[in-house]
């Protein structure tokens, strides 16, 4: 009877055991979301600071903002590589590039005087321009004087000062 017992008893924390080790659920929500926040940290090729991780019973929902396409489809990837995650919803926005700071008019006009001054092989000439009023200074051959002025024009400013000198 003892031996019989004794079998019974070992029997049934037998079962016990495997029936809490099939009823394991994986870690805890919180862990689960501080092992993706964690991965994505250590992978360069995601910017994890901008992206938010909650947990629910194993689905993990990634939202906030990315930098690319590729970046989003990449935290979805480290995501889905966590232990515990059994779906992965992937709500991150690409942030669309910042626009370029616009180009002053007198950069432009700058630019285009100077391009045209080259044209006429005059080098020993600075542009300076301020609203959209073109200053002439330096040095100059007088044959090339008007070539100077008419490079100037060329780029129709408000005005053109001459401070050159005639060598």
Not at 60 to 75: I, M
């Amino acid at each position: 009877m003892r031996l019989f017992s004794r079998v019974i008893l070992a029997s049934v924390g037998a079962i016990i055991a495997l029936g809490m080790l099939s009823c394991s659920r994986g870690p805890d929500d919180a862990t689960l979301a501080a092992n993706v926040k964690s991965k994505l940290a250590a992978d360069s090729s995601v910017a994890s600071s901008g992206i938010t991780v909650v947990a629910t019973n194993g689905a993990v929902t990634l939202t906030g903002e990315v930098r690319s396409e590729s970046e989003k489809a990449a935290a979805e990837q480290i995501a889905k590589s966590v232990d515990g995650v059994k779906s992965v919803s992937n709500n991150l926005t690409v942030r669309p590039p910042a626009t370029p700071p616009p180009v002053s008019p007198d950069v432009t006009l700058r630019t285009d005087v100077t391009a045209n001054l080259a044209k006429y092989g005059i080098t020993t000439v600075t542009v300076d321009v301020a609203n959209g009023e073109v200053t002439l200074t330096g040095t100059i051959p007088r044959a090339k004087l008007q070539d100077a002025i008419k490079a100037a024009n060329e780029s129709h400013p408000k005005k053109v000062n001459n401070k050159m000198v005639i060598k």
